[in-house]
């Protein structure tokens, strides 16, 4: 009995050891999204709905391209663990050069998204503070395109720590950047909520700066670099790494266009509703990003397992990783149920907004329950590259239930804001549910 605890233990310990600089990078990246939305929001309550909107919509982006990006990961934990690291070089080049492709192309459909900006049914008076915003996020997002391609091959092999430092120092010039340029202190502009998205340009590029030196001078990735730089990039390289990325960036493109199609319905309730939504956004991200950070490292886990073909390795660090990621959602729980009216305090002293935002402390809850049961599964699944039906199951849990299931909470049922906040607590239980099942069933 104390020799299966010893075992069991390992697996919680390797999750912890890897998944933890992924976290604290992670929580930097949280923090940093906390203070821009604290500093909007101190800035003006326009301001602070205006990129409730934005960020919002752009989310959809950047969570499709980050997933793009995870296909890279069970390709290079596979090589990591037969020492293959020529095919590594070869693998990333390959990915690098497919997520800018890939980045671009969700760029010009941004870019098609702006031109009908008006048309979407937001507070007029809020257009002239989201059109400048919106087109300097949209440049940023290529250098960060390039810095999710490159951490998920450091992430691979193990190595957590280096995107955790960039991550941190990068998102310590952000806010840096934003106190100059919201406020104009220090004889710097006053651009307001303009200025919180020029720093952002300006932290992105140089985070990928940082990344490219690092892995260029440091000794460790010296074998892994002469395979790219020597590697030719074939069709069948590109279809490899194609079949497994597209999946994980459809699934996360599903379920983040319930929370961008849910900010076009606040927006019809008004700019408090709009502001509200964008506090308790902030908080559910927290969450989102804990679960996040410990469903890679699972899944960098499971990929060195299954490369290695222990089945029984896979299971149990599979379950490990689901407890560390449920007990996370719990302890996220408790500290916004005990914490909550505090934390929303940071953000706005706009009583009309934080009293809404003080009514979606349950519901939000209970979607995080649902949120780290899916995080898990579609981790596990993308560590043993069984990502099409994880694609399958997020089309109907987000898309066919998900979406419509969040207008008529909202609406018929008469739930406003509520309701919406209900619904994906509905569509993450299902999709974590009908993970789960697949993963057991491809490991039986």
């Known amino acids: 009995m104390k020799n299966v605890g010893e075992r069991n233990a390992k697996y919680y310990k390797q999750i912890m050891t890897v998944g933890l ?18 500093m909007v929001g101190r800035y003006s309550t326009d301001a602070l709905a205006s990129a409730s909107f934005v960020n919002s919509v752009f989310n959809l982006m950047s969570i499709v391209c980050l997933g793009f990006s995870y296909g890279i990961t069970p390709i290079v934990g596979a090589y990591f663990a037969k020492g293959e690291t020529s095919l590594i070089g070869v693998a990333v080049k390959t990915a690098l050069l497919l997520n800018v492709l890939f980045g671009l192309l969700c760029g010009v459909v941004m870019l098609i ?68 340029l919201i406020y104009g202190a220090y004889g710097f502009p006053e651009w307001g909520l303009f200025g919180a998205g020029v720093s952002t340009l300006v932290a992105r590029v140089l985070m990928l700066v940082a990344y490219v030196v690092c892995i260029c001078v440091m000794s460790k990735y010296r074998p892994y670099l002469r395979g790219f730089i020597d590697g030719i990039v074939t069709f069948g390289e590109m279809l490899q790494v194609t079949k ?10 599903m379920e983040t266009a319930i929370f961008t199609v849910a900010t076009v319905f606040v927006g019809w309730l008004g700019a408090d509703y709009l502001a509200a939504y964008q506090v308790v956004l902030v908080m559910g991200t927290f969450g989102f990003m804990v679960y996040y950070s410990f469903g890679a490292s699972m899944s960098i886990m499971i990929a060195n397992y299954a490369g290695a073909g222990e089945k029984e390795k896979v299971r149990r660090c599979a379950r490990a990783g689901y407890v560390i990621i449920l007990g996370s959602a719990l302890a996220a729980s408790l500290m916004i149920l005990l914490a909550g009216k505090h934390v929303m ?4 002293q706009d009583e009309a907004v934080i009293g809404i935002a003080l009514s979606l402390i349950v519901p939000w809850i209970v979607y995080q329950l649902g ?13 043993i590259k069984c990502v099409m039906p994880v694609m399958k199951y997020a089309f109907w849990s987000y898309v066919v239930l998900g979406i419509p299931a969040c207008y008529v909470f909202a609406f018929p049922l008469g739930g406003g804001i509520v309701g919406v906040y209900l619904s994906f607590a509905v569509s993450l239980f299902v999709a974590g549910v009908l993970f789960m099942r697949r993963f057991y069933k491809e490991i039986a």
């Open 345 to 348: 305090w940071l953000v706005t």
């Open 21 to 38: 600089p992924i976290l604290l990078g992670q929580l930097g990246v949280i923090i940093t999204g906390f203070v821009d939305t604290m």
């Open 371 to 383: 949120d780290a049961t899916q995080v898990a599964y579609a981790n596990a699944l993308r560590g």
């Open 113 to 180: 998204m702006y031109i009908f900006l008006d048309e979407m049914g937001q507070p007029e008076h809020l257009l002239p503070l989201m059109r400048p915003y919106y087109i300097v996020i949209l440049v940023s997002m290529l250098p960060m395109v390039a810095v999710n391609a490159l951490r998920q091959f450091t992430d691979g092999i193990t190595d957590t720590k280096l995107g955790m430092i960039i991550l941190l120092g990068g998102n310590v010039l952000n806010v840096v950047g934003n106190y100059l």
């Open 244 to 253: 497994l990325s597209f999946p994980i960036s459809m699934q996360m493109g």
